[in-house]
């Protein structure tokens, strides 16, 4: 595709609630990021793959995120028992190698979760 | 740990002024630094970034940044500010060359 494109764009989900944020990366780029971005804050790093493996997830918040990214392209980000507190915009981004800051990282457009 | 500062959270300046924006980064080796902007609705887009060399770095839309290592800082500029700039700017570094760490965000408004 043209960019890296995320939906949904908007989800409402209430307290305790399972969420899934579905990630579309650039294609041929092997390498994919999750971030994190709270109201009045800076992107904040989840968890990065390198083709369908985690390469770092260093950055996920406690076990009730996950992410996966089985054939190397699409990722999904998990949330199981939604708390208040990850009300957020979760950014994605992807890179034509990874693990190197020269690659650029090209970034969504974002999903803005919202936890009643 | 690496930590990256924007100590101005909102900046005003008029349409076809300058504009500087102040980012200060705390690492002990050399940093890969980074600006990035995000407007309303739009994924953040890369302006421009340095890695070695030149300390004065050019980037798209007419921007520029200086890497001063004596000051630990890495200030965004341009010299003539148009109303489209008009978005948040997130000064960055990375971490472990795969993570990027982002300050705060600045966020610019022009006034016509």
């Known amino acids: 595709g043209a960019g890296v494109s995320q939906t949904p764009s908007n989800k409402v989900t209430e307290k305790g609630k399972y969420v899934e944020l579905r990630c579309d990366p650039i294609?041929?780029?092997?390498?994919l990021y999750w971030y994190r971005q709270s109201l009045g804050q800076g992107p904040e790093f989840l968890i990065y793959?390198?083709?369908?493996?985690?390469?770092?997830d260093s950055g996920l918040p406690n076990d009730r995120f996950f992410a996966v990214r089985p054939e190397g392209s699409v990722s999904t980000l998990k949330i199981q028992r939604t708390e208040r507190g990850d009300s957020a915009v979760y950014l994605c981004?992807?890179?034509?190698?990874?693990?190197?800051?020269?690659?650029?990282?090209?970034f969504g457009p974002g999903t803005r979760l919202t936890v009643l | 740990a690496q930590s990256v500062t924007q100590p101005d959270i909102h900046i005003t300046v008029s349409e076809g002024a300058s504009l500087e924006l102040r980012c200060n980064y705390s690492?002990?080796?050399?940093?890969?630094l980074f600006w990035y902007v995000q407007s309303p609705g739009q994924g953040l887009q890369l302006l421009l970034k340095?890695?070695?060399?030149?300390?004065l770095v050019q980037g798209i839309k007419g921007f520029e940044a200086e890497f001063k290592r004596s000051q630990s800082s890495f200030n965004l500029r341009k010299p003539s500010v148009h109303w489209s700039d008009a978005a948040e700017y997130f000064c960055?570094?990375?971490?472990?060359?795969?993570?990027?760490?982002f300050g705060k965000g600045t966020r610019l408004h022009i006034l016509p």
């Open positions: 960055a570094v990375t971490q472990g060359d795969d993570k990027i760490i």
């Open positions: 690492y002990g080796a050399t940093p890969y």
């Open positions: 981004a992807s890179s034509l190698i990874g693990g190197r800051a020269v690659d650029t990282q090209y």
């Open positions: 340095y890695f070695s060399g030149d300390t």
């Open positions: 793959f390198q083709g369908t493996g985690a390469a770092d």
């Open positions: 294609s041929g780029h092997t390498a």
